[in-house]
C-alpha cells in the first residue's frame, strides 16, 4: 500500500514563529488531506488539497502531485495551534485514507 | 461538510464484553468509515461501512471482532467483540461526500 512520512516528527516553537510541516507519499493519490487534532482528540479538517495552493487565515498548504509531496505552513504561531498535524492520502484507486505519523507541534508563550 | 456525531464519547469496559459505537452523520454521504487510533499513535483503517451490504475489512481487521452495519446511508455501528485491554483506543467514525472525508469525535474505550 501507500507509504507517508511526515517530517518533523516533533517541532517545538515560541509564539509568533512560523513553521512548516512536510508529507511525503509513495504513489499518486486523489485525495489529500490536512487535519489537527486537539488535545482532546478531535480532528479538525485543515485542508482538502489534492494538488495546488491553499490559504486560510494563517495557514497555507501546497502539494506537488507530480513530486509526491505537500506542505503545511503556519505563521504567527499561537498556542492554540499546539497539537498534532497528520497528513493523510488516498490512492486514486479508492477512497480509504492512509495517514501519516503526524508532527506533534508545541507552540510555547 | 458533513457533521458528524458519536455516541458514547467514552467508556470503560471489563475484558470479555462487547460494546457498540454508533455513529450518525448529518446529511448524505457516498462513503462512511471506521478508524482506530492507539495510544499514541496515528489513525489506522479498520473498515469501510457498506449500505446494505458487509463491510470491507482491511487487513488485520476481521468481522468476527468488529462487526459494522449501515442500514441506512447516515447511520453505522461498530461493535468491538470479546475485548481486551490492546482493544483500549479511540474508534472514530468518518463520512465522505464530495473527497473530502470529516471525522467524528471518537470514543475513547477503555478496557481493564
Request: glycine share 8%.
Amino acid at each position: 500500500g501507500i507509504q507517508v512520512e511526515q517530517s518533523p516528527p516533533d517541532l517545538i516553537l515560541q509564539e509568533g514563529a512560523n513553521s512548516t510541516l512536510r508529507c511525503n507519499f509513495s504513489d499518486s493519490v486523489n485525495n489529500l488531506q490536512w487535519f489537527h487534532q486537539n488535545p482532546w482528540g478531535q480532528l479538525i479538517n485543515l485542508f482538502y488539497i489534492p494538488s495546488g495552493t491553499k490559504q486560510n487565515g494563517r495557514l497555507s498548504a501546497t502539494t506537488v502531485a507530480t513530486e509526491r509531496y505537500s506542505l503545511l505552513y503556519i505563521s504567527s504561531s499561537q498556542t492554540t495551534d499546539s497539537g498534532v498535524y497528520f497528513c493523510a492520502v488516498a490512492e486514486t484507486s479508492g477512497s480509504r485514507l492512509t495517514f501519516g505519523e503526524g508532527t506533534q507541534l508545541t507552540v510555547n508563550p | 461538510s458533513a457533521v458528524i456525531s458519536q455516541k458514547p464519547s467514552r467508556d470503560i469496559c471489563q475484558r470479555g464484553t462487547s460494546l457498540t459505537i454508533q455513529c450518525q452523520v448529518d446529511s448524505q454521504v457516498t462513503m462512511m468509515f471506521w478508524y482506530r487510533q492507539q495510544p499514541g499513535q496515528s489513525l489506522t483503517l479498520i473498515a469501510t461501512a457498506n449500505q446494505g451490504s458487509e463491510a470491507t475489512y482491511e487487513s488485520g481487521f476481521v468481522i468476527d471482532k468488529f462487526p459494522i452495519s449501515r442500514p441506512n446511508l447516515t447511520f453505522s455501528t461498530l461493535t468491538v467483540s470479546n475485548m481486551s485491554p490492546e482493544d483500549s483506543s479511540i474508534y472514530l467514525c468518518a463520512g465522505e461526500g464530495v473527497g473530502e472525508q470529516y471525522f467524528g469525535p471518537g470514543t475513547r474505550l477503555t478496557v481493564t
